[in-house]
């Protein structure tokens, strides 16, 4: 294997290619949802620790207690099996509903990239291993997007992403700094981007690049009796 700490200077920056789209959509939902880092798993593992978790985490054990006398066995085994069913199926439903989510990036602008990134200012970019066994491996990306908003001296960072490999070797600095810097050499003035409570490398990055949090917006996701809260959080950059 090939030392990681090469990763930054054997990679290249260059624009999107319609051979890359597998590529990207495969980083892209590695990063999201199936990495042991992706905001999918780190909200999974912050439930195990809000308090309907730990409600149920009681009321299983009470049941479980219950199902060792002789005389409450059966209902102490109809509780814990209920229990533990209702907390299965809620760590299911939003596991379901981030995929979803995600997924759906691949049905919209990541389902024709090099369409939906044009005309310029708009802009997507992949990093790219150069050399070596893994030469020519997508193991990032960004795109800069000016459709989602009326004002023309403004554009959206999307999708950016770095394959959890290769992070935290500079290349998410890299991919960030391309996009800042085609911004500019386009006479723009400001960068929007949005993102999660639950990608907190990110926000960092982000914020150590100057990007000021405007505003967060709540979202709240029901199951059965159980609410859970996250944000969305938006960021913008003035040039």
């Known amino acids: 294997m090939e030392p990681l700490l090469n990763t930054l200077e054997n990679t290249r920056i260059r624009a999107f290619r319609d051979t890359d789209a597998r590529s990207v959509h495969e980083v892209y939902m590695e990063a999201m949802l199936h990495a042991s ?21 009681a009321a299983f054990t009470a049941g479980l207690l219950l199902a060792s006398r002789p005389g ?77 908003t009326p004002d023309p001296s403004t554009v959206e960072i999307r999708r950016m992403v770095v394959s959890p490999k290769y992070q935290r070797h500079g290349v998410g600095s890299r991919l960030l700094n391309t996009a800042i810097d085609h911004t500019r050499a386009h006479g723009l003035s400001r960068i929007n981007l949005s993102t999660s409570m639950y990608q907190e490398p990110a926000i960092r990055l982000y914020e150590s690049f100057g990007f000021v949090e405007e505003r967060k917006v709540e979202v709240v996701v029901k199951f059965l009796f159980i609410v859970s809260k996250a944000s969305l959080n938006f960021y913008s950059l003035v040039l």
């Open 37 to 57: 880092n992706s905001p999918a798993h780190v909200a999974l593992n912050r439930q195990l620790l809000r308090r309907p978790s730990l409600a149920m985490y």
């Open 72 to 148: 409450t066995r059966i209902p102490g085994i109809l509780l814990s099996a209920g229990v533990a069913s209702i907390f299965l199926s809620w760590r299911r439903y939003l596991w379901t509903r981030f995929r979803n989510f995600y997924q759906s990036a691949l049905q919209q602008d990541l389902a024709d990239i090099g369409r939906h990134y044009t005309p310029e200012p708009s802009a997507f970019w992949v990093a790219e291993i150069e050399r070596g066994k893994d030469a020519g491996k997508i193991i990032g990306c960004v795109g800069l997007d000016a459709s989602t």
